[in-house]
């Protein structure tokens, strides 16, 4: 099956693209896809533990089992807020 992987912010930059399209076995979950792009671009391991992970623009858990054709948000944390 294949997905779409969306990278953004600081994950664009270490990666170069804003999208990669993954493929990956059927029953594949998030966790598993996330730590293949991570073995993919070890730039990104530094980062691994403080993403947000979404499919099909809702957050998600790395359990989460994917289906061909979902869209995948890789999202750095952000900071800010009220002063």
Not at 16 to 45: F, I, K, M, N, S
Not at 55 to 67: E, K, S
């Amino acid at each position: 099956m294949r997905v779409q992987v969306k990278l953004f912010a600081s994950y664009r930059e270490v990666v170069g693209v804003r999208q990669l399209a993954w493929t990956l076995r059927d029953g594949e979950t998030l966790g598993a896809l996330v730590d293949a792009v991570v073995d993919a671009y070890p730039r990104l391991r530094g980062h691994r533990d403080t993403m947000f992970l979404a499919v099909n623009r809702a957050y998600a858990q790395p359990d989460v089992v994917l289906r061909d054709g979902d869209e995948v948000a890789l999202l750095p944390p952000v900071s800010g807020g009220f002063e």
